[in-house]
Antibody
Framework: EVQLLESGGDLVQPGGSLRLSCAAS????????MTWVRQVPGKGLEWVSG????????YYTDSVKGRFTISRDNSNHTVFLQMNSLRVDDTAVYYC??????????????WGQGTLVTVSS | QSALTQPASVSGSPGQSITISCTGT?????????VSWYQQHPGKAPKVIIL???KRPSEISNRFSGSKSGNTASLTISGLRPEDEADYYC???????????FGGGTKLTVL
């Protein structure tokens, strides 16, 4: 059974940094692309960032480019999201999700339970 | 404003069928057979119910079906059950500039 467990969410001040982690199990992590999707409480879903199976290709939505960095550790089956220069509008639940194949150009078919990031002074 | 347009809410009685539309553009829904649908119950993570326009994961009931015509994708749920009451989101690949775009979500109420 695919399991994705996010951690690292917290309350942080505007301008601060956080590093989210997503620990994967139950599948061959090394051959799947991974993605982060966020959801403002009570609102819709927004794709944030994706990374291919090897980590050599990364992708971001415009609003986080230059501030967020996605990476992965295939030996420890974990994907990360380093978030810098956080803004109030980054407040959301952040979900980790698995793509169907090695590339981000395939749908995401499994999701974690999410971790809450609150940016507030 | 969401990239894909869904109705804010739909409703139906148990046993009935409903359809949720998802309208995009020629740059996303119209160009790729990469439309997915996700079901989200309150306080829970989204769960995939349709992939690749009309493919259902093995664990998903055949009461759920998907289709696409032009720039509009649709999710149909037949034989409505109380447990189908949830939020439903469509999602489409939108090319290498925007990658993945979502609809604003549709709240399904089973009366």
């Amino acid at each position: 059974e695919v399991q994705l467990l996010e951690s690292g969410g917290d309350l942080v001040q505007p301008g601060g940094s956080l590093r989210l982690s997503c620990a994967a199990s139950g599948f061959n992590f090394n051959i799947y692309a991974m993605t982060w999707v966020r959801q403002v409480p009570g609102k819709g879903l927004e794709w944030v960032s994706g990374i291919n199976y090897g980590g050599g290709s990364t992708y971001y939505t415009d609003s986080v480019k230059g501030r967020f960095t996605i990476s992965r550790d295939n030996s420890n089956h974990t994907v990360f999201l380093q978030m810098n220069s956080l803004r109030v509008d980054d407040t959301a639940v952040y979900y980790c999700a698995k793509h169907r194949t090695t590339t981000v150009v395939t749908p995401f078919d499994s999701w974690g339970q999410g971790t809450l990031v609150t940016v507030s002074s | 404003q969401s990239a894909l347009t869904q109705p804010a809410s739909v409703s139906g009685s148990p046993g009935q069928s409903i359809t949720i539309s998802c309208t995009g553009t020629h740059s996303d829904v119209g160009s790729y057979d990469l439309v997915s649908w996700y079901q989200q119950h309150p306080g829970k993570a989204p769960k995939v119910i349709i992939l690749g326009v009309n493919k259902r994961p093995s664990e998903i009931s055949n009461r759920f079906s998907g289709s696409k015509s032009g720039n509009t994708a649709s999710l149909t749920i037949s034989g409505l059950r109380p447990e189908d009451e949830a939020d439903y989101y469509c999602c489409s690949y939108a090319g290498s500039s925007f990658f993945w775009v979502f609809g604003g979500g549709t709240k399904l109420t089973v009366l």
